[in-house]
């Protein structure tokens, strides 16, 4: 906690102390306040501005502390200065005072609840910052909330001060008036419970909860305000209609056909999308060839004195293309069709929200459907470089069409596509050189995460080159040069063909998002809520179109929400889950990744612990020459609950899964410590870690008194 924290808090509590202390409490009575109304209304007559500034001042002062007898400070306004006065200055220092104890408790408490609690809080922050001013309102108006509750709960959330001041002094008014109308009356009064009557109660209650009905009605009329000037049909051909058969795409059409949805698939190109033909799969297939290679030139680690590996690239590259044959049809029309959906190959356009043209090789139809479900993916991301169209540049989705392995390759991208790219190539006989303006490759991960790659990627022959900043592609004498700045100076790097690989930019042309008005994210991507909604709430889109994250299983993830939305919506609409998202990145070390990071929990004000286990000491790693990387699990500080976890080694991927798994079911790491894993796997390298943990965290007062006794027992 830092000084000022500190010195503000003794203050808060010297003058808490103080009230109490000096038995201040007891003037705040109703009792004391009849006893004492003649003597202040006289003081009151002789010195009616100081009056004013004494009874505000002290008003703050009780509010802003959050003692108890404000109720009763708001009948003594109305006794002392009549309604119109009492309300007006009651009005003004309970905001005030209300205003005081919101700041306190946000200096004080806000970081701490911040850090111990920001994952889960994520929701209600969310909320607050969207409609944060009509739920304090309500607060308000309903007098059953405590005040000085009110301030001090609103003062942990992100509501703005300004809002919370305006907001309490409007909110506040009604039950000012009752009070202060009731405190006028004083002498008539036997306890403060009779002020407010049930039926009073009641009524404030629903004038509480009138703003809070009338922004949901606002929000309810602003989603059809959308629909204006479309036509909607009488009756609709489908439930559901799909655009794109990626992951997204196949996933919602099997939900809706799996609950007998009539549900139509339209695909423009090849069913399976990007994973299946030009991402996830293809790079795999590859990076299993050249980790074989890889494994070719350690021979010797292995003990084996000599292997060669004789190999065609072509034949390399044609294995990649048997692979995506063989898993074609898990995606296939066939198989899809099959389930029960309609699948169309042809390319779709939505021209109203309830109905897509299909442009196809027989022709093309309208579909009349109730809702869509957009699942359009995304395609590499070509950045305006000068000179960039003369160099015949590769992307992921070209990539997969050499049959001639590039002498010089230049990576142009430190992401994970990038970054598999790179070493495989390498691997394969390419000179790689792979250049990033960030310092480092992997941004998103943590930097020691990016060191072990990238001294692998050194050792392994790849020129990789962080801080460069690709600045215009020129040809000369014949060759293909990339000018990037580099600490200021221009750097030339030769190259025989590079792959763009800098990211992913979302498909949103040609199908109508344009013409509907389909909102975009400032990421440019789709727009969606929490149920992955656009601004048409029959509209839903997943995957990379809409983002945030671009992973097949995500998309997967976002397809059940949006299909069981779309057609289930009217009975229960489902929030996407994105409390426990993985991935893996394939290099050689994999990476994998679920949760928290510590430049995440940093970045957000999460405290956390640390515990490290180094695979270099696994005894299967060991055997398989493969003893490097490491499990790194951020937990809650004191508790075994896990926040995030990063795994760096051979199968992080897959050993990740049991990390990923006690994390949305919320198993701490003690479970995992007494769970048995087999004797010599990777796995072990999960409950090495919680024993880290452990040790940090063992009981040391404990142990010590159990040293004792066994040397006690020694001697009897
Ligand atoms: C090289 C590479 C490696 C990758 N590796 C991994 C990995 O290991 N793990 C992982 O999880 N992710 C990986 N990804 C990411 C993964 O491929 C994507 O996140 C995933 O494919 C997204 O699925 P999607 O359904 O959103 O889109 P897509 O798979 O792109 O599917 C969209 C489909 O919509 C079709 N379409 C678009 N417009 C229309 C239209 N108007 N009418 C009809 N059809 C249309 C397109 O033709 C396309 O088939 C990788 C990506 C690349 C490029």
């Not at 409490?25 to 209304?41: D, N, P, R, V, W």
């Not at 655009?243 to 090849?270: D, Q």
């Not at 004195?305 to 063989?326: C, G, L, P, W």
């Not at 043209?357 to 070509?382: K, L």
């Amino acid at each position: 906690m830092t000084r000022s924290r500190i010195v503000i808090m003794l203050l808060l509590a010297a003058l808490i102390a103080v009230f109490f202390g000096f038995g201040l409490q007891h003037y705040l009575t109703l009792e004391s306040l009849k006893t004492q109304q003649a003597g202040i209304a006289d003081y009151r007559q002789q010195h009616p501005a100081l009056a004013v500034l004494l009874y505000g001042a002290l008003y703050v002062a009780v509010t802003g502390l959050s003692l108890p007898g404000a109720a009763v400070m708001t009948l003594a306004g109305g006794a002392v200065f009549g309604l119109l006065w009492g309300t007006l200055i009651v009005s003004f220092a309970s905001s005030i005072g209300a205003t005081l104890a919101f700041l306190a408790a946000r200096f004080l408490l806000r970081d701490w609840v911040k850090s111990r609690f920001g994952t889960r809080l994520q929701a209600i922050d969310a909320g607050v910052s969207r409609d944060g001013a009509f739920y304090l309102f309500t607060l308000r108006l309903v007098p059953l909330f405590p005040f000085f509750m009110i301030n001090l709960a609103m003062g942990l959330t992100p509501i703005k001060t300004r809002t919370f001041y305006w907001v309490s002094q409007v909110g506040m008014l009604a039950g000012t008036l009752v009070y202060v109308n009731a405190g006028t009356q004083l002498a008539k009064l036997d306890s403060l419970s009779g002020i407010l009557s049930p039926a009073l109660l009641g009524s404030f209650a629903l004038l509480g909860l009138f703003p809070l009905l009338a922004k949901k009605m606002l929000d309810f009329i602003q989603a059809r305000k959308v629909y204006e000037g479309w036509n909607k049909p009488a009756r609709f051909d489908n439930n559901l209609v799909v655009i794109g058969a990626g992951a997204g795409g196949l996933v919602s059409a099997y939900i809706a056909a799996a609950v007998k949805a009539k549900v139509t698939l339209i695909e423009k190109h090849k069913m399976g999308g990007d994973c299946l033909n030009t991402g996830c799969v293809p790079s795999k297939a590859l990076i299993r060839s050249a980790k074989f290679l890889s494994h070719v030139k350690r021979a010797g680690e292995f003990g084996i004195a000599k292997a060669d590996a004789d190999f065609d690239f072509a034949t390399v590259m044609e294995r990649v293309q048997q692979v995506i044959k063989t898993v074609e049809p898990h995606d296939s029309v066939a198989r899809y069709t099959e389930l029960g959906v309609d699948v169309i190959q042809g390319t779709a356009k939505i021209v109203s929200p309830w109905e897509v043209e299909v442009y196809s090789a027989d022709g093309v139809r309208t579909i009349s459907t109730r809702s869509i479900v957009i699942a359009a993916g995304a395609r590499p991301f070509v950045p305006p470089i000068t000179g960039i169209e003369t160099v015949d540049y590769l992307t992921s989705d070209t990539v997969w069409n050499l049959r001639e392995l590039p002498k010089r390759l230049l990576v142009l991208g430190g992401g994970p596509i990038g970054c598999e790219l790179t070493q495989t190539f390498a691997r394969l006989g390419s000179q790689v050189t792979q250049v990033e303006m960030a310092p480092r490759i992997m941004l998103r991960e943590d930097p020691e995460v990016s060191e072990l790659v990238m001294t692998r990627f050194a050792q392994e022959g790849v020129d990789l080159r962080v801080n460069h900043t690709a600045k215009e592609f020129a040809i000369e004498n014949g060759e293909n040069i990339l000018l990037a700045e580099f600490q200021g100076q221009t750097v030339k790097i030769a190259f025989d063909q590079v792959l763009v690989a800098i990211g992913r930019a979302a498909n949103l042309q040609g199908y109508g998002v344009e013409e509907l008005n389909i909102a975009l994210s400032p990421r440019k991507t789709i727009d969606t809520n929490a149920f992955q909604q656009t601004n048409f709430p029959n509209i839903y889109a997943v995957g990379d179109v809409a983002g945030p994250y671009q992973f097949t299983h995500t998309a997967a993830h976002q397809a059940w929400y949006a299909a069981v939305n779309a057609l289930f919506g009217s009975f229960k609409m489902f929030r996407t889950d994105y409390s426990v998202i993985p991935w893996s990145t394939f290099t050689d070390p994999e990476v994998a990744r679920v949760g928290l990071n510590e430049q995440d929990a940093q970045a957000q004000g999460i405290a956390y612990e640390v515990a490290d286990y180094g695979i270099a000491d696994l005894d299967r790693a060991i055997a398989d020459s493969e003893a490097h990387g490491f499990v790194k699990v951020l937990t809650q500080p004191g508790k075994d609950k896990i926040l995030g976890v990063t795994i760096v080694g051979e199968h992080a991927g897959d050993l990740i899964a049991e990390f990923v798994l006690a994390m949305k079911h919320g198993i701490g790491l003690n479970k995992i410590l007494g769970t048995i894993h087999i004797y010599p796997t990777l796995a072990e390298a999960n409950k090495y870690a919680a024993g880290v943990w452990k040790r940090a965290h063992a009981p040391v007062g404990l142990l010590h008194w159990l040293g004792r006794y066994h040397a006690w027992l020694r001697k009897h």
